[in-house]
T-cell receptor
Framework: GAGVSQSPSNKVTEKGKDVELRCDPISGHTALYWYRQRLGQGLEFLIYFQGNSAPDKSGLPSDRFSAERTGESVSTLTIQRTQQEDSAVYLC?????????????FGAGTRLSVL | AQKITQTQPGMFVQEKEAVTLDCTYDTSDPSYGLFWYKQPSSGEMIFLIYQGSYDQQNATEGRYSLNFQKARKSANLVISASQLGDSAMYFCAMREGGTSYGKLTFGQGTILTVHP
C-alpha cells in the first residue's frame, strides 16, 4: 500500500531551463491534483485530472506550465523556461472514486529551487 | 476576496490543554466540504477531519473536532489534550460544488506550537 510518490524530492535548476516533476498516485485513485506551495504560504491549486475527463487547468499560472497524465497513473508537471518565482514545493495528491468527503492524499512534494 | 481565512498566524498551547484554530470561509455554493490538514516540519500533508455542508452534526476524529457554524461560515478546529507532536502548521481548505472531486482552496495556515 504505497502512498503518493513524487520525484525528484529536490530539484535545483538554472533560470531559463525546463524541468519535469513526476507524480505516481496511489493505485486505483482516479483523480490526481497538482498544487504549489511557496515558502510559508498555503497551497495553490494548479491542475487536476479526473479519469478520462478533460483536465481542469484553471490554476496554471502561465503557459510555461503544463501537465500530462497517462490514463489513471503517472503524471508529469513540466515548467518551461523556469523563473526564480517558480521556486516552491510542488505537491501532488490523489483521491479515489468515492462519494462524500473523498480525501486527497498528498505526496511529500518536490522542492524546486531556481537559481 | 479570500475564500478561506485563517486569522491566527501562530498559536501557542500548553501540553494537555485544548486549543482552537480559527477558519472562516466564503462561498455562495450551497454544497461544499471543509477539510483540515496538518503539515509537520517534514512537509507532508496529513488529513485530519472533514465536514460537509449538509452534515447535521459537527465532525469528530479522535482528539480533533470541528466546530461548524454554518450561518457564520466558520469551521474551527478544536484539538483536545494537546501533545508535543501536534506542533505543526495547520491548514483549513474548502472544496466547492456537489461533486466529490475538485480542487481544494487552502487558507494561509496557522503554526501551532505545543509547550511542555
Amino acid at each position: 500500500g504505497a502512498g503518493v510518490s513524487q520525484s525528484p524530492s529536490n530539484k535545483v535548476t538554472e533560470k531559463g531551463k525546463d524541468v519535469e516533476l513526476r507524480c505516481d498516485p496511489i493505485s486505483g485513485h482516479t483523480a490526481l491534483y497538482w498544487y504549489r506551495q511557496r515558502l510559508g504560504q498555503g497551497l495553490e491549486f494548479l491542475i487536476y485530472f479526473q479519469g478520462n475527463s478533460a483536465p481542469d487547468k484553471s490554476g496554471l499560472p502561465s503557459d510555461r506550465f503544463s501537465a500530462e497524465r497517462t490514463g489513471e497513473s503517472v503524471s508529469t508537471l513540466t515548467i518551461q523556461r523556469t523563473q526564480q518565482e517558480d521556486s516552491a514545493v510542488y505537491l501532488c495528491a490523489s483521491s479515489p472514486r468515492l462519494a462524500g468527503k473523498n480525501i486527497q492524499y498528498f505526496g511529500a512534494g518536490t522542492r524546486l529551487s531556481v537559481l | 476576496a479570500q475564500k478561506i481565512t485563517q486569522t491566527q498566524p501562530g498559536m501557542f498551547v500548553q501540553e494537555k490543554e485544548a486549543v482552537t484554530l480559527d477558519c472562516t470561509y466564503d462561498t455562495s455554493d450551497p454544497s461544499y466540504g471543509l477539510f483540515w490538514y496538518k503539515q509537520p516540519s517534514s512537509g507532508e500533508m496529513i488529513f485530519l477531519i472533514y465536514q460537509g455542508s449538509y452534515d447535521q452534526q459537527n465532525a469528530t476524529e479522535g482528539r480533533y473536532s470541528l466546530n461548524f457554524q454554518k450561518a457564520r461560515k466558520s469551521a474551527n478546529l478544536v484539538i483536545s489534550a494537546s501533545q508535543l507532536g501536534d506542533s505543526a502548521m495547520y491548514f483549513c481548505a474548502m472544496r466547492e460544488g456537489g461533486t466529490s472531486y475538485g480542487k481544494l482552496t487552502f487558507g494561509q495556515g496557522t503554526i501551532l506550537t505545543v509547550h511542555p
